[in-house]
């Protein structure tokens, strides 16, 4: 099961209002390896993952300028530089979606590659009213040649904080964990409903809205033949 409230942030962000450093919570592999779940930090051997965004002091906050450092269970990388990811037909820029330009990994792990890692800023936001972000490991070639992407949903730490702070009740209802399924669908329609009021009241007006944005999960991936025979059994996630 997918995630609620896996959408693009639908507005433009300033880069510098997005550096710190954010700890992994929950892991959304292709669905062909495995299921979405929460990332288990008391789990032996796995070092807590983690994404530190940073803009050198006096530079304009560029994705030219934006660098970092990953720590994806127990991977270590750095990288440099974010490109925008364009719609192949159009050439429209994706608001807030960027490849990272330079990624550099300590050793090769066999299944971490220098292309294809992106950085997705989310809609959704936490407590202290920072965006979550998604942190696209990729990719890993299965047989048959298909190109598969781990997505990594973050939060961030608070300022001073060094340790990794378990997301709140309201955080997780915000995403739709530990919600049945058919409590999510409900409120999608809800969600629909009312914004389908907001524009016919913006219409009245003369004003509509950009439209809201649209999930990117799992839109830069081929479709493993798995996926399309649901008895086919199910993998361990590439990260192990």
């Known amino acids: 099961m997918r995630l609620s409230n896996a959408a693009t942030r639908s507005k433009p962000i300033s880069l510098d209002a997005i550096c710190g450093t954010y700890h992994w919570f929950y892991e959304i ?3 062909c390896f495995d299921y979405p779940s929460p990332v288990d930090y008391d789990r032996k051997g796995e070092p807590p993952g983690h994404l530190t965004l940073s803009i050198p002091a006096g530079s304009p906050p560029t994705p030219e300028n934006l660098s970092g450092d990953v720590n994806h269970f127990g991977k270590l990388g750095t990288f440099t530089g974010l490109a925008p990811i364009r719609i192949e037909s159009t050439g429209e820029e994706i608001l807030n979606v960027w490849s990272i330009k330079s990624m550099q990994w300590e050793i090769d792990y066999g ?13 959704a936001k936490d407590d202290d009213g920072h965006p979550f972000i998604m942190f696209r490991y990729g990719p890993a070639t299965l047989h048959g040649g298909f190109d598969v992407y781990l997505e990594i949903l973050a939060k961030r730490l608070k300022e001073g904080s060094t340790s990794m702070v378990p997301l709140t009740d309201t955080e997780k209802s915000r995403w739709g964990i530990g919600i049945s399924r058919s409590e999510i669908a409900q409120r999608a329609q809800e969600k ?49």
């Open 111 to 123: 299944d971490n590659t220098e292309e294809g890692n992106e950085l997705i800023v989310l809609d």
């Open 29 to 31: 592999p292709a669905e």
């Open 192 to 240: 629909d409903s009312g914004e389908e009021g907001e524009e016919d009241e913006a219409e009245e007006d003369g004003e509509v809205d950009d439209p809201p944005a649209k999930p990117v999960m799992a839109t830069k991936r081929k479709v493993c033949d798995a996926e399309e025979d649901d008895s086919a059994p199910r993998k361990k996630t590439a990260r192990n």
